[in-house]
Each structure stands twice: as structure tokens, then as C-alpha cells.
């Protein structure tokens, strides 16, 4: 039997359609198309059951892909290995991040990465949706949520957490609430769509409670919402590391404080497929990120403990 083509059924199955594995591959869909024929045809069984919009294997066809994906990485080792001889740490990969963290925290460290590994090509994305990895082709992201999806490969970076806090000008002309009641008729300025309530929830010690705000100022850009905060424009709730220089440096006060709110979840983590192969240039990026994540959990404004 073809490695290679015990290879292309992985990359199909995996795709989830001919047309995507073919784009993948970067060859024709007839040419996918025909390859799978031959493999179905060599075997004497149908390996892949074939709806108007996806493909999905039969039980042989899973059999074969779970030993074609040993085989397909073990070809792609040696191919790597072969490629990088000599040459240095080389590679790509594609990564996706929230815009408010990937912008404010992440960015710096990518470019650090990039200073040190020279030769690795990073596809960066900035974006809030949790994606679909394998529709998506990315090779690791990082996401806020309270627990990481079961089918993917979770390491957890740090607590997350978003404060409510006001500039100083602000608390001056029109005080402060001193109670989460108070907090839903004041102006909010934070990450959700404008003109749709958003779902917050409060922490004290063992006390949860819910909360429906309606945002005054929403945004997906970070940056603007504090500035937006130090202009005096509402208060903000946002997450603590956006804020907690400016809270160090006296210009924001922190309000409601010791609740703890949560919209979008309190971990985040970094995440990527199971079963995907990582090159040696994607291992290194996580390592690298976990590292970062780590020394950045112990700084006064990353608005969290030390790890």
C-alpha cells in the first residue's frame, strides 16, 4: 500500500471535503479525487462516505486514517529533518489571538520571537471567535473562555479577569457606584456589541451573581477603549491587564473592588489539534509563549498574582 496515499486520505479526512484538501494540497480536486479512487480501488472497500457538502469515512477509512496519520507525520519528520540540516530553525506557522491581548501583551513577544528565530515564518491573526483549527488552518491559538473545547490540546496561560474602574476626572464630576445595582445604570464602556446587553458575571468570595448591562461605548480595539476611560467617557470594564499600569500610576481607580467580574471567562488558554502534527518551528513557538506567559503572570501590570 501508497504511503502517500494513505497520507492524502488523512489530509482529506481531516479537510473534511475534496475541494478544501485539494487547496491544501495545492493540487487539482480531479487529482484528489482520482488518487482516493485508486487507494478505494487497491483496498476493495469504500473508505470515505461522500454527502453534497462533506465527506466522512467509513469504518475502514478510519482504521486506514488513524494508521496513515502516524505514517504521514513520521513523513513529514523526515522531511523536516532533511530540510533543516544545517540550515538552522526554519519553519511556519499560523496563529491566532484575541485582538485585546494579542495587541497589548502578545505582540511584543511575537516580535521577540521573530528577533530570535529569524527563519520561521509567522502567519498572525488577531480575532475573538473561537475558531475551528483544522477549517481554519491554524496551528495554535490562544482563547479566553471559562473551560478549553474536549477534542483539542489545552495549556492554560493564566486567570483572566475584567475589572470596572474609572479615570480620576471622571470620579470626580460624577462619583462612583458602590453597588452592582448602581453599575447598570451608569455608563459602560467595554468589548461588547453596542446596542445588545451583555452577560456579566460578579464574584465576592463564594457570592456569584448576574449581571445584564447595556454599553453606552463598545469596541473590539482595546487600545481605544482605554483611552476612552482616561478621557472620562463612563466606566470601563475591561480586562485587568488593559487597565493596571494606569491604575499603578494613579490616572484610574479601580471600582466595586473586591468583586471580580467575568464575560468572556476567566483562563486562558493556548490550544491546538490532538492529532495535527507540529513541526519543530510550532513546538518552539509554544514553548516560547508558555515561557512569556509565565514571566508576564509575575508582573505588577499583567493585573494578576504571581504565578
Not at 96 to 107: D, L, N, R
Not at 172 to 189: F, K, N, Y
Request: aromatic fraction near 6%.
Amino acid at each position: 500500500m501508497d504511503a502517500h496515499a494513505l497520507a492524502l486520505l488523512v489530509d482529506i479526512i481531516e479537510a473534511g471535503n475534496l475541494s478544501l484538501a485539494a487547496r491544501r494540497l495545492k493540487i487539482s480536486r480531479a487529482n484528489v479525487s482520482y488518487h482516493l479512487a485508486q487507494l478505494e480501488k487497491q483496498t476493495g472497500v469504500q473508505l470515505i462516505r461522500r454527502t453534497t457538502r462533506r465527506i466522512e469515512p467509513t469504518e475502514m477509512g478510519l482504521k486506514l486514517y488513524q494508521h496513515g496519520r502516524v505514517i504521514r507525520d513520521e513523513l513529514r519528520a523526515a522531511q523536516e529533518s532533511v530540510a533543516t540540516l544545517g540550515k538552522g530553525l526554519h519553519g511556519s506557522v499560523r496563529m491566532s489571538m484575541p485582538t485585546g491581548f494579542g495587541y497589548m501583551v502578545m505582540s511584543g513577544w511575537l516580535i521577540e520571537f521573530k528577533r530570535s528565530y529569524p527563519n520561521i515564518t509567522l502567519d498572525l491573526v488577531f480575532d475573538n471567535k473561537i475558531d475551528d483549527l483544522l477549517r481554519d488552518e491554524v496551528d495554535i491559538a490562544v482563547r479566553v473562555m471559562s473551560d478549553p473545547p474536549q477534542q483539542m490540546v489545552a495549556i492554560e496561560l493564566a486567570q483572566m479577569r475584567h475589572v470596572v474602574c474609572a479615570s480620576v476626572a471622571y470620579a470626580a464630576e460624577h462619583g462612583l457606584p458602590d453597588t452592582l445595582e448602581a453599575l447598570q445604570a451608569a455608563p459602560v464602556i467595554t468589548s461588547a456589541v453596542t446596542g445588545r446587553s451583555l452577560k456579566v458575571s460578579a464574584y465576592l468570595g463564594t457570592e456569584r451573581r448576574e449581571l445584564t448591562l447595556s454599553p453606552s461605548l463598545a469596541s473590539e480595539n482595546f487600545v481605544f477603549l482605554r483611552e476612552a476611560v482616561l478621557a472620562g467617557l463612563g466606566l470601563g470594564l475591561l480586562p485587568d491587564y488593559t487597565i493596571a499600569q494606569d491604575i499603578l500610576d494613579g490616572r484610574v481607580v479601580n471600582v466595586l473592588d473586591p468583586w471580580r467580574f467575568s464575560v468572556f471567562g476567566t483562563r486562558m488558554f493556548l490550544l491546538r489539534m490532538p492529532d495535527r502534527y507540529q513541526t519543530q518551528a510550532a513546538r518552539t513557538l509554544i514553548d516560547f509563549v508558555v515561557a512569556k506567559a509565565a514571566e508576564w503572570r509575575a508582573l505588577p501590570t499583567s493585573g494578576q498574582p504571581p504565578a
